[in-house]
T-cell receptor, first 113, second 111 residues
Framework: GAVVSQHPSRVICKSGTSVKIECRSL??????MFWYRQFPKKSLMLMAT?????????EQGVEKDKFLINHASLTLSTLTVTSAHPEDSSFYIC?????????FGPGTRLTVT | GQQVMQIPQYQHVQEGEDFTTYCNSS?????IQWYKQRPGGHPVFLIQ?????EVKKQKRLTFQFGEAKKNSSLHITATQTTDVGTYFC???????????FGKGTTLSVSS
């Protein structure tokens, strides 16, 4: 099956700093990628839809100036958490779609101290 | 907005018992997908159902899509400890659009 990688897998940062998370589709081109956030023992909450070459579409309640998404190529989307705060600590997962199926990256555990 | 509800939230079974999780959408879906997430892992695609009334099997797992394309179920026969994890259903509309995930059912199995 299709493979999606995510980097870094874990990151700890201080409050006020920014963190960039990369999502790559390794063996297929993805015109659309999705960013989800998952709280402990909770479901995946869609944050935004990332389209190659255009602006991301954010879900209601997600601050676009705080969670910057860039989909620079058909294989790479990045999520930058700006001015991170402890409440941003979470598990961030990206996925890339190929037809109806979505392939998930392994996730990034962000801890903001 | 569109919602996908999933029950139960948690289920504990003895090894060898059967297990079922149910998924219900507030709107008609074009497809429904099932994912499994092991503790500490990421969601892994299991299957997609597209047709009304469709039933698909994967070994001990049976997936069903309702006639109205608004509900679905996953049934595991004779559970094993390797079945432990959280099972999510996700409703889809058009290809390439975001999935709406249910809250998941966390299955624990004791031997």
């Amino acid at each position: 099956g299709a493979v999606v990688s995510q980097h870094p897998s874990r990151v700890i940062c201080k409050s006020g700093t920014s963190v960039k998370i990369e999502c790559r589709s390794l063996d297929f081109q993805a015109t659309t990628m999705f960013w989800y956030r998952q709280f402990p023992k909770k479901s995946l909450m869609l944050m935004a839809t990332s389209n190659e070459g255009s602006k991301a579409t954010y879900e209601q309640g997600v601050e676009k100036d705080k969670f910057l998404i860039n989909h620079a190529s058909l294989t790479l989307s990045t999520l930058t958490v700006t001015s991170a705060h402890p409440e941003d600590s979470s598990f961030y997962i990206c996925s890339a779609s190929q037809g109806y199926e979505q392939y998930f990256g392994p996730g990034t555990r962000l801890t903001v101290t | 907005g569109q919602q996908v509800m999933q029950i139960p939230q948690y289920q504990h079974v003895q090894e060898g018992e059967d297990f079922t999780t149910y998924c219900n959408s507030s709107t008609t879906l074009s497809n429904i997908q099932w994912y499994k997430q092991r503790p500490g892992g990421h969601p892994v695609f299991l299957i997609q159902l597209v047709k009304s009334g469709e039933v698909k099997k994967q070994k001990r797992l049976t997936f069903q899509f309702g006639e109205a394309k608004k509900n679905s179920s996953l049934h595991i026969t004779a559970t094993q400890t390797t079945d432990v994890g959280t099972y999510f259903c996700a409703g889809g509309n058009q290809a390439g659009t975001a999935l709406i995930f249910g809250k998941g059912t966390t299955l624990s199995v004791s031997s």
